[in-house]
């Protein structure tokens, strides 16, 4: 069964350094998702992404916060400038139809910021 | 009013036992429903869709109550395997599109043996 793929499992940088997470969405879909989840707390939506632009960003999705697909197979989020805050586990989805039809995620990126 | 709101738990039930868990929404124009499962530490698994008329898939009953906005999900013959936090999803306007699932905060299930 084709998956959404995420790498890496995970990453530890300083507050202030830029990281890059990076996801391989199922390659039919065509509606792109990432998602948080701070430890213990619940699933947060970020950004979505469809046809190239930004669909839709949540109240957590600032400045610092930057989507790419570079090219046909890849996702990325980019946070420039990380903060304590930041850390969390991030979750990239991908579903055919939007939220009308079930996404599925990968398996995450634990984000630890010293 | 929380955007969706469930009953964190933990539900303790012995393996083989009915549980049913309950769900609240607040935004009475959401179209899709969908419970998913979380293990520990992973990711969000999609366990089933909700369907108006409510569905069942094996042992997992799916409802919806679109008046109350509030979806139930039952489990019969509980396994062990069942073992996991149970989130409840909703989107967040109708007709599709690229907007973004409300999450839960998720309902956690111990299936004791």
């Known amino acids: 069964e084709p998956e959404v793929t995420q790498t890496p499992s995970h990453q530890v940088t300083q507050m202030g350094q830029e990281v890059i997470l990076r996801c391989v969405p199922i390659s039919n879909h065509l509606y792109f998702y990432w998602y948080r989840q701070i430890l213990g707390q619940k699933v947060e939506f970020l950004v979505s992404?469809?046809?190239?632009?930004?669909?839709?960003k949540s109240e957590i999705f600032d400045d610092q916060f930057s989507v790419e697909r570079p090219d046909g197979s890849n996702f990325t989020l980019k946070i420039r400038s990380t903060k304590l805050e930041d850390s969390a586990m991030y979750f990239c989805a991908s579903s055919e139809r939007g939220s009308d039809s079930p996404l599925h995620f990968g398996n995450g990126t634990r984000l630890t910021v010293t | 009013r929380k955007e969706v709101e469930q009953d964190p738990g933990p539900f303790n039930v012995p393996e083989g036992a009915t549980v049913a868990f309950n769900c609240t929404y607040s935004?009475?124009?959401?179209?899709?429903f969908f419970w998913y499962r979380q293990d520990c530490r992973k990711e969000p698994k999609l366990l089933m869709s909700?369907?108006?008329s409510g569905n069942e898939d094996g042992r997992f009953t799916a409802q919806l109550n679109r008046a109350s906005q509030y979806i139930s999900l039952l489990i019969r013959d509980s396994k062990l395997s069942d073992s996991a936090t149970y989130l409840c999803v909703v989107n967040k306007i109708s007709g599709g599109g690229a907007d973004g699932l409300t999450f839960g905060k998720g309902t956690h299930l111990i299936i004791q043996p």
């Open positions: 935004n009475s124009a959401s179209q899709s």
């Open positions: 909700v369907y108006s």
């Open positions: 992404f469809y046809n190239n632009e930004i669909s839709e």
